[in-house]
Every structure is written in structure tokens, then in C-alpha cells.
């Protein structure tokens, strides 16, 4: 596996739309290989989300360390899983502010509302459906990450660019403890 360099806010292809993959694709060493090697770049560089435009390859997918399964697992370590083809539908109508971060955009957060509950299609990586039901911190996540599929920042969803702030000031002035 390799750790593989990051691409920065500003690269075009942050802003493209990534390609969806079919069967065949993820059949492809190279295409499993890519997902190995996403979620070792992830965990490099201490992230719980990373989409394939992140890592320069305009391919619908993204890894996540997420304790998608059962909310009554508490003590179960998030796993990294690989989602293909991602679908979001938006559950109710809460929407919750709150920080996020991206590895394409260092050492920044920013307070941005997310739909509080989704339910997410997509295919893992052997080709298998799945749908998950996702709230709060996890589906914050996900709508993150199926987000870079279409070339969105999370910038985009900001209200106001108030909240912005370096991570340093942000630890000292914004993080709970
Ligand atoms: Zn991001």
C-alpha cells in the first residue's frame, strides 16, 4: 500500500464531477488497490473521510472510519469502509451547524449545516449494495465526502464565512473538550 499525496484547494480536479464505476471496474487490481491505498492515506493523515478527487482520480468513491452499523455498539473501533457510487436521501428536516474540516484544506474549520439524518445507497467494493442510515457526526461525514463527488467544498455550504478560523485558533478558542 502507499500513502498518496493530497490535492490542495485550488486543484481542478476538487471541483470536477467524478465518474461512477461499474462491476467491472472494481474488479480492477488498480481499483482496489486505490481503495487501499485511500484509506491508508486517510488514516496517514489522521482523517475519518477521504473521496477519490482528494487523491487526483475522478472515480465515485469514498473511504470513512465511521461507526455507521448500530448505535448501540459504542465500544466497537470504527472500521474504514469503502463507498461506491454514493446516493444520498435526506431524512426529515433537521439541519444541524457544526465544524468541519478537510485534508484539502489544511489547518482550517468552519461551522457548516448538514441535514441531520440521511439515508445513504451506494456499492462496496466487492460490488455488494448497501444502504445505510446515518445521523449526527456519521452523516455529517458522508454528506462531506459524496459532496467531493460533485466538485463541492465544504466552504459551499457555509451560511457565513464567520465561523472560519485556523486550526490552532480554533483548539484554543472553539474546540470542546
Ligand atoms: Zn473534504
Avoid at 40 to 54: D, K, R, S
Avoid at 86 to 95: A, C, F, N
Avoid at 132 to 156: I, N, S, W
Wanted: with cysteine.
Amino acid at each position: 500500500m502507499s500513502i498518496l499525496k493530497v490535492a490542495r484547494m485550488g486543484h481542478p480536479v476538487l471541483r470536477a464531477k467524478a465518474r461512477a464505476l461499474d462491476t467491472g471496474d472494481l474488479k480492477s487490481a488498480a481499483v482496489q488497490k486505490l481503495i487501499d491505498d485511500m484509506i491508508e492515506t486517510m488514516v496517514e493523515y489522521h482523517g475519518v473521510g477521504l473521496a477519490a478527487p482528494q487523491v487526483h482520480q475522478g472515480l465515485r468513491i469514498f473511504v470513512a472510519s465511521l461507526d455507521v452499523e448500530d448505535e448501540d455498539k459504542h465500544d466497537s473501533d470504527p472500521q474504514p469502509i469503502a463507498l461506491v457510487n454514493p446516493e444520498i436521501s435526506v431524512v426529515g428536516s433537521d439541519v444541524v451547524e457544526d465544524w468541519e474540516g478537510c485534508l484539502s484544506i489544511p489547518d482550517v474549520r468552519g461551522r457548516v449545516p448538514r441535514a441531520r439524518e440521511i439515508r445513504l445507497r451506494a456499492i462496496d467494493r466487492n460490488g455488494e449494495r448497501l444502504e445505510l442510515r446515518a445521523h449526527d457526526f456519521p452523516a455529517r461525514v458522508m454528506q462531506h465526502e459524496t459532496d467531493h463527488l460533485d466538485g463541492v467544498l465544504f466552504f459551499d455550504r457555509m451560511r457565513s464565512f464567520e465561523s472560519l478560523t485556523f486550526l490552532d485558533e480554533y483548539s484554543r478558542y472553539w474546540a470542546k473538550d
